[in-house]
């Protein structure tokens, strides 16, 4: 995960994730200093009380080492906003997951997020 001034960066990922009311929401980014905080707030524009481990609309991922599992967590049409270092490993993920790339937004370091939406079919396993 690219380095960020952790304002901004919790800015960028709670707009691009835009969750609605009563989405359910999930953060995959295990150990990222910043996890509770994005949960916290994906929870709150959500309005929901409780993290999904599963069906989730909106999914806020670390980086390519953890789309696998948040993909897992997130139900066909959902989203997902991740976080990568350049638009090749942007490419790459998308292009390994079978995702559809809906934007790309860089980041002050020079990192970048971008939002992705899951095909409306089942999960592959």
């Known amino acids: 995960m690219p380095p960020a001034p952790d304002g901004e960066l919790m800015a960028v990922l ?10 359910p929401v999930c953060v995959q980014a295990p150990g990222h200093p910043l996890a509770d905080r994005v949960r916290r707030g994906l929870l709150a524009m959500s309005r929901t009380e409780v993290e ?3 069906g989730a609309q909106v999914c806020v991922v670390g980086g390519s080492e ?4 948040a993909i897992r967590r997130t139900a ?3 989203k997902l906003v991740s976080l990568a270092e350049d638009r090749r ?7 390994n997951h079978d995702l559809v790339l809906l934007h790309v937004e860089t980041l002050a370091t020079g990192g970048l997020a971008f939002v992705a939406r899951l095909a409306d079919l089942p999960h592959r396993s």
Do not use: K, M
């Open 14 to 23: 709670l707009a691009l994730a835009g969750p609605r009311t009563d989405d």
């Open 89 to 95: 490993t942007v490419e790459h993920d998308v292009a």
């Open 52 to 54: 999904v481990t599963t």
């Open 66 to 69: 953890d789309l696998a599992e």
């Open 76 to 78: 066909p049409g959902g």
